[in-house]
């Protein structure tokens, strides 16, 4: 078992910048991949940045070169920096992780925290 606790959302105007934080209760160096996933409601959930325990990592096409995810395994913690928000980014943000094959964290990963809402204005 593992309780993710997500930090750093609220409101920006366009262009502005947010960092999220999950603070993971126990040993992030386990997972196999851990990442943030967000979801507007009345759509499906979508994947937005994923890194895994051999240092890959995965964007979404539509974050690339704005968002950077990162982790620090010292501090059982993910980030995920976003910066040149957009108004499309909109949505509630959620960290997971998965501790074995394969990577599953869209749309019902094995842990998730309880989000945190990012809003993007105009």
């Given at each position: 078992q593992v309780q993710l606790v997500e930090s750093g959302g609220g409101s920006v105007q366009a262009g502005g910048s947010l960092r999220l934080s999950c603070a993971a209760s126990r040993?992030?160096?386990r997972t196999y991949c851990m990442g943030w996933f967000r979801q507007i409601p009345g759509k499906e959930r979508e994947g937005v940045a994923n890194i895994y325990s051999d240092r890959r990592i995965w964007y979404r096409d539509s974050v690339k070169g704005r968002f950077t995810i990162s982790k620090d395994n010292a501090k059982n913690t993910l980030y995920l920096q976003m910066n040149?928000?957009?108004?499309e980014d909109t949505a509630m943000y959620y960290c997971a992780a998965d501790f074995s094959r394969p990577c599953t964290l869209v749309p019902n990963p094995p842990y998730r925290g309880q989000g945190t809402q990012v809003t993007v204005s105009s």
């Open positions: 040993d992030t160096y040149n928000l957009l108004p």
